[in-house]
């Protein structure tokens, strides 16, 4: 399993076609929960604590997205994506909250020991999702995995870090121009930031998930080369039900 290279250049393509492919079901899953977490802005300490939480509830249902299409497979409606992710919100936050403590007291401490956390434990939100571990099993799971891949992924992560940047400060940049030519620039900033949240956040996740794939199924395409017409995206399939076409 970890004998194969990780490649970079595969990592990065693989997320780019995911992005592509998957764009409005992506984006549409990530703007419901952030419109939501826009109206809470206003209150500092609530708004932390909402964003928090729904941005871990829509990275959740991202892996979902992404297993679908790996698996070939009709992917669920938004709301299927959303319950399956509130069933491990719990393990979820967890992973969130260790990781997160640990990588900024890691960044704190000159940087380098933040970073090497951030890449060890850079699957452990998709180990949550598809392998059902708990938090610190998905951890130290997420650690052997990456174990003989660490500056592969290092820079996988830095093109992420990068490009989601850089993606975030187009953004702001153009909403913050739009917004000084409107009688609402409150309304704009906020629907400007919804969307970049929504822009951003897929790209991010997709890439992680790519590397899941590629650390625990290195002989496997991650994604399917038949063409397939999907179901809608609002559309709850059940489980052997038929699909409506787009």
Aim: glycine residues 10%; contains cysteine.
């Amino acid at each position: 399993m970890g004998s194969k290279p990780l490649e970079v250049t595969g990592v990065l393509k693989d997320t780019l076609r995911l992005y592509k492919t998957l764009f409005l079901r992506s984006f549409l899953t990530g703007f419901v929960v952030f419109a939501v977490l826009g109206i809470f802005q206003r209150y500092a300490l609530m708004a932390a604590m909402m964003a928090f939480i729904g941005t871990t509830l829509v990275q959740g249902a991202l892996v979902e997205v992404v297993d679908s299409e790996h698996r070939g497979e009709p992917a669920a409606g938004i709301g299927a994506l959303y319950r399956t992710s509130w069933s491990r919100l719990g393990p979820l936050l967890a992973v969130s909250l260790l990781t997160g403590f640990g990588v900024g007291l890691g960044l704190l401490l000159l940087i380098v020991p933040g970073v090497i956390l951030a890449v060890r434990w850079a699957v452990a939100t998709p180990i949550v999702m598809l392998e059902g571990l708990g938090a610190r099993a998905a951890m130290r799971r997420s650690e052997e995995l990456v174990r003989g891949h660490g500056k592969d992924v290092f820079r996988v992560l830095l093109n992420i870090w990068v490009r989601t940047g850089l993606a975030w400060i187009a953004c702001t940049l153009l909403v913050g121009a739009v917004a000084a030519g409107t009688s609402h620039p409150a309304l704009t900033i906020w629907f400007g930031g919804v969307l970049a949240s929504a822009f951003v956040t897929p790209y991010a996740a997709h890439a992680l998930n790519v590397v899941y794939y590629r650390l625990t199924q290195p002989d496997q395409p991650v994604l399917p080369e038949p063409d397939r017409q999907w179901g809608s995206i609002w559309h709850d399939q059940d489980a052997g039900g038929d699909s409506t076409t787009a």
